[in-house]
Structures are given as C-alpha cells and as structure tokens.
C-alpha cells in the first residue's frame, strides 16, 4: 500500500544506546519530516529534509542526526539515547509544491530507561 | 513568530454537533488544515481549506475560515463515538520552507 512505513513500531533502548529509526515513503515526495509528540507539546519538528541529500534542523534538533541519501528513505538516528527521548515518533511526507499536506506514518514508540 | 492555538478538550454527546476552533497569526498563511489523530495512531488528513475561501463542507466535516480574524473552525455534524480523536489544526506558512505550523490538538471525546 502506498504510503509511509516507520519501522521499528517499538523499541526500549537503556541510556547511552543508540539507535536508527527508518522513514520509507513510495510517494515520490521530496520533502520529508521527523517529529516527535509528547503529551501536552503537541508535535515538534526535529530535522527535516527538502529533497535527496539534504537535511535541516527543525525546533528540537539536539541529540539526533539525520540522513537522506535516497528520495524514498529518511533515517533518524539517537547516538546516545536519554530518557528525555523517550518519545513517540512520526515520519511525514510531502510534495515539493506541498498545499495538500503532509502524509504520516503510524508512528515509533520510543521508551529510554 | 507564527503560532497556532487551540483549545485542549471538548466533550460532547453522542449525535450532537462538534466545533472545534483554532487561532493562528500568520497573516501569509496560504493553506489551513485539520489532521485527525486516533489512539496508538498516526495523524490523518481530515480536510483542508485554502485561504480565499469561506467555507468548505465534506459530508459531515465544515470547515470555516475566518481571515480578517485568522480564526478556523471544523464542524462535525452527528459526531459519533468513533469521533473521539485528537483533532489538530495546523497552517502552511508560505515562506518558511513550506513547514506547516501546528496547534497542540484538541482531543475531543463523545460520550453516549
């Protein structure tokens, strides 16, 4: 089905771990988004990326890095996770001309004990 | 900068009317949007309205943009159980890189 699929759905990381969280979309979108959503703060904007091999950081960029080397893949990693991380995740995608909005994946449930 | 504001909880009754309303104060903005998040779930695309119109109806859904106030409101006529959401409001900005700015969502519960 076409979309966008975030995988892991789950994962429990200990402090110091680190981790990559993949974003894959089939739409051919250009623009691709990571967030996360915690209770009360709604959704806020860690990196971002305006087409293949580009990146920027987005509200809350500290303690995560980002690549795109494809269209289709935008990958999140923590390189040592805290418990300030344990978060949920969305990935969004986006046409360059983006007036329609944004595309979600179902999310990535992160917990850092 | 820009902001978008929403009230947090509504609560209704089953088969009444739902409004959910939202605040925002960019000016530029061209495109407005309403996403819909269930439990354990990702954020989906409601409706949206563009910025030269009133009023936007889907079924159910009305969308009412108010530009001189910059106030949006989503309507849900006969709101049912499986209504019960996070709804969230949300405008693209025109410069920006074409970021949509997000309100923190309004959950909204139906009760029977």
């Known amino acids: 089905n076409a979309g966008v699929t975030q995988t892991p759905k789950f994962r429990v990381l200990k402090t110091g771990q680190s981790m990559t969280l993949l974003c894959a979309q089939d739409m051919n979108h250009e623009y691709m988004y990571w967030y996360r959503q915690d209770p009360g703060m709604g959704l806020r904007l860690i990196h971002y990326?305006?087409?293949?091999?580009?990146?920027a950081k987005g509200e809350v960029p500290d303690g995560y890095n980002v690549s795109r080397l494809k269209k289709q893949n935008f990958l999140l990693g923590l390189e040592s996770a805290a418990p300030s991380q344990t978060s949920v995740y969305f990935c969004?995608?986006?046409?360059?001309?983006?007036?329609?909005?944004?595309?979600f994946g179902s999310g990535t449930r992160l917990t850092v004990v | 900068g820009e902001d978008v504001e929403q009230s947090l909880f509504l609560s209704v009754r089953e088969g009444d009317s739902s409004v959910i309303n939202c605040t925002y104060t960019d000016s530029s903005s061209t495109y407005l949007y309403w996403y819909k998040q269930e439990p354990g779930a990702g954020l989906q695309l409601l409706t949206y309205?563009?910025?030269n119109m009133d009023m936007k109806q889907d079924q159910r859904l009305t969308v009412l943009l108010n530009k001189k106030d910059k106030h949006l409101s989503l309507r849900i006529a006969d709101t049912q159980t499986g209504d019960s959401a996070i709804y969230f409001c949300a405008e693209l900005n025109a410069g920006n890189n074409r970021k949509l700015i997000w309100g923190l969502g309004t959950s909204l519960a139906v009760n029977p």
């Open positions: 309205i563009f910025s």
């Open positions: 969004a995608s986006a046409y360059r001309d983006n007036n329609y909005g944004y595309t």
């Open positions: 990326s305006v087409g293949e091999g580009t990146t």
